[in-house]
């Protein structure tokens, strides 16, 4: 049942981080996240990031499915999917069909809703958590990972700001091993990429998740926040 209250710490200097309406302290997050439905987007899907210690203790597919249901208080998900490292392809959970797959912290997914709602995120960073990046080849758990893309979940309180920063950040760790970083594009229903030299060097979000794709294995990426 989801708590409608969300405490944090009396202590450390808690701040608004962007105008959206993200509240943040050393303690954990409150987002008012909107999910656009069909006609402002294609289809009404979002790649969205939860943290990594979600305060609604959700872990898996039909947990965030029933979660974002009760905040829009009516069924307008229809349906949750995580991106397959093994097929580049989506696996997919409607609450009667599909795989209830379980959520992983530092992984990103795509909702579908049939109209707009505001949904409200509550949750903590795991700063400890280091997080994976499979390149091509490699065992994942997923499967043989196919061209080495992986969903990463974008902490809140992130100190990048562009993705051409996360490919820095990355490679720092990876010895530049990043071949791109994509955001879902609502509109079309497509990608948009940066390379580093090449593409479109977006904003980063709180609230969006991305896609990553490494030429070789990352372990032990520490994303930097505030």
């Known amino acids: 049942m989801r708590k409608s209250v969300f405490l944090v710490a009396a202590v450390g200097l808690a701040a608004v981080l962007v105008a959206g309406g993200l509240f943040a302290s050393n303690m954990g997050f409150k987002l008012n996240y909107l ?21 609604t203790n959700i872990t898996d597919a039909d947990l965030l499915l029933q979660d974002i ?3 829009a208080g ?3 998900v229809g349906s949750v999917s995580k991106w397959d490292r093994s097929s580049d ?6 609450g009667f069909s599909g795989t ?6 530092e992984e990103s997914y795509f909702v579908a809703v049939n109209t707009a709602v505001n949904y409200i995120i509550v949750g903590s960073h795991n700063p400890g958590l280091g997080v994976t990046f499979y390149g091509p ?8 990972s196919a061209s080495g893309t992986n969903s990463f979940s974008f902490p809140y309180h992130s100190t990048l700001t562009l993705a051409g920063e996360l ?5 720092a760790v990876g010895g530049g091993t990043v071949a791109s970083v994509s955001k879902w594009d609502k509109v079309t229903d497509g990608l948009i990429f ?24 990352v372990t032990g990426y520490l994303p930097s926040h505030y």
């Open 35 to 55: 999910l656009e439905g069909p006609g402002t987007t294609a289809t009404g899907t979002t790649l969205m990031s939860l943290p990594y210690n979600p305060q």
């Open 69 to 71: 249901n009760a905040v």
């Open 74 to 76: 009516g069924s307008v």
């Open 89 to 94: 392809g989506l696996i997919f959970y409607t």
């Open 100 to 105: 209830n797959f379980s959520i992983v912290p």
């Open 137 to 144: 080849g490699s065992t994942t758990p997923d499967g043989v």
């Open 167 to 171: 490919i820095n950040e990355i490679d």
């Open 194 to 217: 940066y390379t580093g030299f090449s593409g479109t060097n977006f904003a980063l979000v709180p609230g969006e998740g991305y896609l990553v794709a490494v030429g070789g294995d």
